[in-house]
């Protein structure tokens, strides 16, 4: 996650370990627990991204309210983690956007991750991430010198719920962030990072890279 790695147990909840870096605060899961590709398509399938839902929409909302804040503009921009229904990219495009997709799964055009974007948008995706300091160096040099990246995960709450918590009984979420652990991310990446709604995180690369 973060450039430290101070990994300890926190948690074995069904026969799973789970680690707690006591630098930024993530929670993971432990490598050898990790979901099979196979796993991870089968409970995809059951995911419900559907366009036309109209409580996804404002789920999306959200998240695209506080964003169009800071892109008033028309700028080109990547969905990383879409899905099989690009819902949100479909509202951006309504936003005045161009967008660009990718899924590695349901769009997988690794073509799509050679582009220098605007900003980056990636909801409910994070949380999938096996290697997340991996992902968020791809991200920085995916975005352009003062580009922007938009992320919206469930953030972690308190550690007594964790067992409990429908976020982690997702066996496809392996990754759990805080807003210390995406301020450790941030400044690992010289980024600045704000909090402007619950669970969603914008985070801007610095014009002078
Ligand atoms: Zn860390």
């Not at 398509?41 to 800071?70: C, S, T, W």
């Not at 429908?166 to 805080?178: A, E």
């Amino acid at each position: 996650m973060c450039a430290q790695r101070q990994l300890t147990t926190f948690a074995v909840i069904e026969s799973k370990t789970y680690w707690r870096c006591a630098h930024c605060q993530a929670t993971l899961l432990a490598d050898a627990h990790l979901p099979t590709p196979s796993e991870e398509i089968a409970r995809y399938a059951q995911h419900k991204n559907d366009p036309h839902d109209g409580r996804y929409l404002d789920f999306l909302r959200r998240f695209v309210d506080p964003l169009m804040v800071e892109l008033p503009t028309p700028q080109v921009g990547l969905d990383y983690g879409c899905g099989p229904g690009p819902a949100l990219a479909q509202m951006l495009i309504e936003e005045g956007h161009e967008m660009h997709l990718y899924d590695p799964i349901f769009h997988a055009d690794a073509s799509q991750l050679e582009n220098k974007y605007d900003f980056i948008t990636c909801t409910e995706t994070v949380e999938h991430f096996h290697q997340p300091r991996v992902e968020f160096q791809k991200f920085n040099r995916m975005l352009i010198p003062g580009g922007l990246l938009g992320v919206m995960t469930n953030f972690q709450t308190a550690d007594a719920q964790f067992a409990q918590w429908h976020y982690r009984r997702d066996p496809t979420h392996v990754t759990f962030y805080r807003e210390a652990t995406f301020t450790c991310i941030a400044a690992d990446l010289g980024w600045h990072c704000q909090f402007p709604a619950r669970n969603i995180v914008l985070m801007r690369k610095p014009r002078e890279a």
